[in-house]
């Protein structure tokens, strides 16, 4: 029988190519979003292996109809791929506590809320992968992202603790942590940042960071290859913790971590060219 995988937020970007990317391998993925419509076009795409379930990950009911559907089917699940997310970002000062309500709610509370939905029949199974789609953000944070980036840093938390907590029970959990991929959540980010770049006083600060980032997204790599360590991370009998994609970025990470901040900090508004904003 082929193993049981849901993937949350499999309606476009990251999701998506994880979704096609698995089913291809042979799993049965369950295509999990909000947007029915596009997991019906997605399920097309699956060699017969790709089931749609609408799912909110803020919406316990709707959590609970997921998983009982997946159940209904005669299934337990093997994987857990928890990427449904969005990005909440612009200045500190601008963004309120609901801005930060909505992006945790998301992010972080409804990754838990998924994890907390299949781990009681995972640890029965005796194993089971847990994977968490983080961000690069959830190691170094740039400018404008503090709502982003906080999320992202609780759900490397998060995992470490987990991870250190099932393992026992066979299950295995892993982080992905993309730098820039080519989705749609470049032009919801660009959008986001032109909202605050005409007025206020971040607004030169927003329009320089807004013209480095939109190079980001259109050049950087395909989903595919978040998919791919995706798959690694299921398939692997010893799998990482972390997974930095493209690994290619893994000395960025280097530097995070045996740099002084403040040497990050000049190199980082070198490159977003934000150093002209510093104070001599
Ligand atoms: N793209 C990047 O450069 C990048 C870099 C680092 C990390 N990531 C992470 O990778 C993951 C996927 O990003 P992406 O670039 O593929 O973004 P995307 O293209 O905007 O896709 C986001 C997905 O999340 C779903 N979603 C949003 N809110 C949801 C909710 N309440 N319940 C269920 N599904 C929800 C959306 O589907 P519906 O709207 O249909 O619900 C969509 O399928 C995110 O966790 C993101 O933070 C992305």
Redesign the pocket.
């Given at each position: 029988m082929h193993q049981s995988i849901l993937v949350?937020?499999?309606?476009?970007?990251?999701?998506?190519a994880t979704a096609v990317h698995l089913a291809h391998k042979g799993f049965r993925v369950y295509a999990?979003?909000?947007?029915i419509d596009?997991l019906n076009e997605l399920s097309a795409l699956g060699s017969g292996r790709i089931h749609p379930i609408a799912?909110?990950?803020?919406d316990p009911a709707s959590i609970d109809n997921a998983i009982e559907r997946i159940n209904a089917d005669g299934n337990t699940l093997y994987g857990l791929v928890n990427?449904?997310?969005?990005?909440i970002i612009g200045p500190f000062e601008d963004l309120s506590l609901d801005d930060w309500r909505d992006q945790f709610e998301?992010?972080l509370f409804?990754l838990v809320a998924m994890t907390r939905a299949v781990l009681p029949q995972m640890r029965e199974a005796g194993r089971g992968r847990i994977i968490n789609?983080?961000?690069?953000?959830g190691r170094i944070a740039a400018a404008f992202q503090s709502p982003y980036a906080a999320s992202?840093h609780a759900v490397e938390g998060l995992s470490d603790s987990l991870r250190r907590e099932v393992m026992p029970h066979g299950i295995k959990v892993s982080v992905i942590r993309?730098?820039?991929?080519n989705?749609?959540?470049?032009k919801?980010q660009q959008d986001r940042l032109e909202e605050y770049s005409s007025t206020g006083p971040y607004a030169d600060q927003v329009r320089t960071f807004k013209a480095w980032h939109a190079k980001g997204?259109p050049s950087?790599p395909s989903?595919s290859i978040v998919a791919e360590a995706v798959h690694n991370a299921l398939t692997a009998d010893r799998p990482y913790s972390r997974y930095t994609v493209p690994q290619s970025k893994l000395g960025l990470l280097a530097l995070r971590n045996f740099m002084p901040s403040g040497v990050i900090d000049r190199m980082y508004e070198r490159v977003t060219g934000l150093d002209r904003f510093r104070k001599r």
């Open positions: 949350t937020g499999a309606s476009r970007g990251i999701g998506e999990a979003a909000r947007q596009k799912l909110d990950v803020t990427n449904a997310g969005t990005s998301v992010n409804g789609i983080g961000s690069i953000s992202k993309p730098v820039f991929i989705t749609d959540m470049g919801q997204h950087a989903p």
